[in-house]
């Protein structure tokens, strides 16, 4: 708990803003921000701020990529493809990760290292 608040302190806004763009971090962040005890308010900032670059931003992007002929062509023939591989993508990130934390929890366990239990 003391290395979420100090990870909040030093990188919290940035990490709010951030988080809008990985969607795993995405559902977590808020957690992280309440248990590395954000203020709210400056957090509901990073949290707008974040909405209005992922919301507005992208779409803005993807917009002005349409008047690109050769990537509009691309994204029109292959759409399909693209959406799957980016899925598929944040699968295996998603699985690579998991499957990370698994394998250093059965390093440490094996070391002798007891697991940090949840204080409540």
Not at 44 to 58: D, R, T, V
Not at 84 to 101: D, I, M, P, Q
Request: aromatic residues 14%; proline residues 5%; glycine residues 8%.
């Amino acid at each position: 708990m003391e290395r979420t608040n100090h990870f909040f302190e030093r990188f919290g806004g940035l990490t709010v803003i951030i988080a809008r763009f990985v969607p795993v971090v995405r559902t977590f962040a808020p957690v992280a921000a309440g248990v590395g005890h954000m203020p709210w308010r400056k957090y509901s900032l990073y949290n707008l701020i974040g909405a209005l670059i992922w919301g507005f931003g992208l779409t803005y992007v993807g917009y002005l990529i349409a008047y690109i002929p050769w990537i509009a062509e691309l994204v029109t023939k292959y759409i399909d493809v693209i959406l799957l591989g980016v899925v598929a993508l944040t699968l295996a990130v998603t699985v690579w990760h998991y499957l990370n934390e698994r394998r250093k929890a059965k390093k440490e366990s094996a070391a002798g290292i007891p697991a940090v239990e949840p204080e409540i």
